[in-house]
T-cell receptor, first 113, second 112 residues
Framework: DAGVIQSPRHEVTEMGQEVTLRCKPI?????LFWYRQTMMRGLELLIY????????DSGMPEDRFSAKMPNASFSTLKIQPSEPRDSAVYFC???????????FGAGTRLSVL | QQQVKQSPQSLIVQKGGISIINCAYE??????FPWYQQFPGKGPALLIA?????SEKKEGRFTISFNKSAKQFSLHIMDSQPGDSATYFC???????????FGSGTRLLVRP
């Protein structure tokens, strides 16, 4: 299996621009997680999907952040408009079931200038 | 009560030495305690995990020690190797939940 695939690996954008991060979970996994990693706050859960349905979005920092999972093999995390404080590494993870081992992608390093 | 406190923030060990990373938690409802290893430019990967019904779990050179009464658990890396240089995260979760609560991470450097 190819593992969790995230794209792009790096994104540099200017403040105010829209950013879309993409994730392809491992086939057969029905739980998908988006995390943000920063030096100050560590690894934070942003949103959790189960069977393509958002279950917990309490970690989404602001209305500027939105996430979708239109099908079992694809999810997006969108930031609009982006701000410099959004600069971080964003990880997508998937698991066979919610409480099973979470497999992380390689992450997208976002820099907002 | 949801926090997991991890120490030290960074650790330097000579090759062949023992690396020890400690974590403490408050929420007694936590019943699954994994350790994740993260190399630069990669995502975290599960290294080893323990449940509170045992006090120790060993997988190769990696051992988790668990002290339920003290609400503490630690990772021991025996015979540390330069290839073990990475950031290590402890985490905790309620078995009925989906939410992993991560520690702040420990950056380990093993010198040749």
């Amino acid at each position: 299996d190819a593992g969790v695939i995230q794209s792009p690996r790096h994104e540099v954008t200017e403040m105010g621009q829209e950013v879309t991060l993409r994730c392809k979970p491992i086939s057969g996994h029905n739980s998908l997680f988006w995390y943000r990693q920063t030096m100050m706050r560590g690894l934070e859960l942003l949103i959790y999907f189960n069977n393509n349905v958002p279950i917990d979005d309490s970690g989404m920092p602001e209305d500027r952040f939105s996430a979708k999972m239109p099908n079992a093999s694809f999810s997006t995390l969108k930031i609009q408009p982006s701000e410099p404080r959004d600069s971080a590494v964003y990880f997508c993870a998937s698991s066979r079931q919610a409480k099973n081992i979470q497999y992380f992608g390689a992450g997208t390093r976002l820099s907002v200038l | 009560q949801q926090q997991v406190k991890q120490s030290p923030q960074s650790l330097i060990v000579q090759k062949g030495g023992i690396s020890i990373i400690n974590c403490a938690y408050e929420n007694t409802a936590f019943d699954y305690f994994p350790w994740y290893q993260q190399f630069p430019g990669k995502g975290p990967a599960l290294l080893i995990a323990i449940r509170p019904d045992v006090s120790e779990k060993k997988e190769g050179r990696f051992t988790i020690s668990f002290n339920k009464s003290a609400k503490q658990f630690s990772l021991h890396i025996m015979d540390s190797q330069p290839g073990d240089s990475a950031t290590y995260f402890c985490a905790a979760m309620k078995d009925s939940s989906y939410k992993l609560i991560f520690g702040s991470g420990t950056r380990l450097l093993v010198r040749p």
